[in-house]
């Protein structure tokens, strides 16, 4: 390439306006990309009241398989399944449901993942109580009546995992000290994230609601093991031998764990049953124990 | 074409209005017989087909699958399940027969806006605009590839006008209106065919497809053709007509072979001298570069 007096770089002109010309395109692309990429990761953050249909693991592989055709919106029979439009808070055209509006029936056939073709819905979920779409969780304490005592339990009998997924845990009303809570607790085991607990809430706003599982769920730290599993799955203690807690007790006298607390030699419970009158005491007695155990102290 | 007269109208004086909008109803009309398709189930209640253009079932048994939209499940490192791949499949066979564009002017609905931009365009007489390179959609077409590939998930189709103005039509738009109304500017105001002509990497990909499609339209009667310019104004891609219309000289077929061309027929459409016709690409074989050669000699002897 011959240099001259207009062509000071001595590029031929046409290859130089080739090369400014790709650079222009290849930038101003590059600046696309660039921008779709960051939409791409924050389009993954899917709102806690979004519930993906089943078999939808990972979000980020969900969205790398959906084609957003919407075959599972159209099998599905009760109008469930909805496709993100432009502005909504999930990725565009990507199917979701919000349980408080219609929630998962939870069909046996599942035909939502049937009619996907790309496998972005599970093709090996075919027990529809191992779809895991959400975790249900009490979230308001303060609003559920079930904690105020009064009887409700709608959570807990619609729940199409009935008995498993919510069970009832009954706890001592303070309040009127009388009664008690029958308290909504749910397990994650057997809760498919359906959202029937959520659609049924008899509250303004419901107190339990689904949420996807990687916001519902907490996770024990990888290291931890909870000793009495380990013990059980071994069938031994792991670390010392698992000697019987010693009391320093006095001869004859044994502890029960189960209630009864100290017995004597022959079988009899030291504290005597508040039913049988107590037989006054001498002010010394020959057994140390009576002395522990007399009523209003020492 | 006479100065600031608009395509086709010698073709409208000669033949009348319909024979010279030909190919342009037929397209409208099986551009709107898909879609009318798509919305009959949602609609009517009619269920023939199922989904949208991402991905359909027709009657229960037929799948049709986007091949663009699954090259992005591929990049993004899924590998679909076989419903998927047969649909793509079959849509990959028919438009290497029908002519990969063939997407662009007989199925796409952002088509029909941005003929209408370019309609408008050029009753209001608007001019140049910004200078894009028409390569530009082949860069897109890779960098959407390669950001589905880096991010690991699908990216270009949460803002892909085409298929979002598809599933709105079918499932409800959102705020899909805007972007509509986007393309239909960038056209109007900001360069000619800016859209469909320049930046769409889902036409880049079909233009790609299209190279070795069959179905061609060619410059049959080039000798014909009186440099009325009509062809060129009225071509959505017009720089794939001239090697074919004025190649003669230089001993190059009729049939124009640019992947780009969209087979729309157009061209066909406003030629009041019947230069242009659907033929195949079988037809460009050397006997019609000889008849070029031919014509040659004719001229200058």
């Known amino acids: 390439m011959a240099k001259d007096a207009h062509n000071p770089s001595g590029i031929d002109p046409s290859r130089r306006r080739f090369l400014t010309g790709t650079l222009r395109t290849a930038v101003g692309v590059g600046l696309v990309a660039l921008t779709l990429g960051v939409y791409q990761r924050q389009a993954r953050a899917l709102p806690a009241t979004a519930i993906r249909p089943p078999g939808v693991g990972d979000e980020k592989e969900f969205q790398a398989a959906c084609i957003r055709c919407g075959l599972c919106v159209r099998d599905c029979p009760y109008d469930t399944l909805r496709l993100a439009q432009l502005g909504d808070a999930v990725a565009l055209g990507t199917p979701y449901f919000e349980a408080r509006d219609v929630p998962c029936e939870m069909c046996d056939h599942i035909p939502c993942v049937k009619a996907c073709p790309t496998g972005a819905l599970d093709p090996a979920l075919a027990d529809i109580n191992k779809a895991r779409m959400g975790l249900a969780v009490v979230v308001d304490q303060e609003a559920c009546i079930a904690f105020q005592g009064l009887r409700c339990e709608v959570c807990f009998n619609v729940c199409p995992v009935r008995g498993s997924a919510i069970t009832l845990a009954y706890q001592h009303n303070d309040r009127s000290g009388k009664h008690a809570l029958f308290i909504p607790v749910v397990h994650s085991k057997d809760c498919t994230g359906c959202g029937k607990c959520e659609k049924a809430c008899i509250l303004e706003e419901a107190a339990i609601k689904v949420f996807p599982i990687a916001l519902a769920k907490g996770m024990l730290g990888r290291h931890y093991r909870l000793g009495w599993e380990q013990k059980a799955e071994a069938g031994k203690a792991l670390v010392t031998p698992d000697l019987p807690h010693e009391y320093n007790l006095p001869e004859g006298v044994r502890y029960e764990h189960a209630g009864k607390g100290l017995i004597m030699g022959d079988g009899r419970p030291v504290r005597p049953r508040p039913s049988a009158p107590e037989p006054p005491l001498p002010p010394f007695s020959s057994n140390p124990l009576d002395t522990l155990n007399r009523k209003g102290g020492l | ?301």
Request: proline share 4%; charged share 15%; with cysteine.
């Open chain 2, 1 to 301: 074409m006479e100065p600031g007269g608009r395509p086709g109208a010698e073709v409208i004086k000669l033949k009348g209005w319909f024979a010279a909008h030909r190919y342009l109803i037929l397209r409208r009309i099986s551009q709107l017989a898909i879609l009318g398709l798509f919305l009959a189930g949602p609609l009517l209640g009619v269920w023939i087909v199922k989904g949208n253009i991402a991905s359909s079932l027709t009657l229960g048994v037929l799948p049709l699958t986007d091949p663009l939209v699954l090259l992005q499940v591929f990049a993004s490192g899924h590998v679909p399940e076989q419903a998927a791949l047969i649909g793509a499949a079959i849509v990959l066979v028919f438009y290497l027969l029908v002519g990969g564009r063939v997407y662009c002017s007989w199925v796409c609905p952002v088509n029909i806006v941005t003929d209408a931009a370019e309609w408008l365009r050029r009753r209001l007489g608007i001019k140049g605009g910004a200078n894009f390179s028409s390569k530009t959609r082949y860069w897109l077409l890779g960098a959407i590839l390669i950001v589905s590939a880096v991010a690991g998930s699908i990216a270009w189709e949460l803002v892909n006008p085409v298929s979002m103005v598809y599933r709105g039509l079918v499932f409800g738009m959102g705020l899909a209106w805007g972007i509509v109304a986007a393309v239909f500017l960038l056209d109007l105001f900001v360069g000619r065919r800016a859209w469909c002509g320049h930046l769409c990497p889902v036409g880049a990909f079909y233009g790609l497809l299209g190279e070795g499609a069959v179905l061609r339209v060619a410059a049959v009667k080039r000798e014909q053709c009186d440099d009325c310019m009509d062809c060129f104004a009225i071509c959505p891609e017009h720089q794939v007509i001239k090697p074919a219309l004025k190649g003669a000289d230089k001993g190059i077929g009729t049939v124009i072979t640019s992947g780009h061309c969209t087979n729309c027929g157009r061209c066909i459409d406003v030629c009041a001298r019947d230069v242009f016709a659907f033929t195949t690409r079988f037809s460009n074989k050397s006997s019609q570069v000889v008849s070029g050669i031919n014509q040659k000699s004719e001229v200058s002897s």
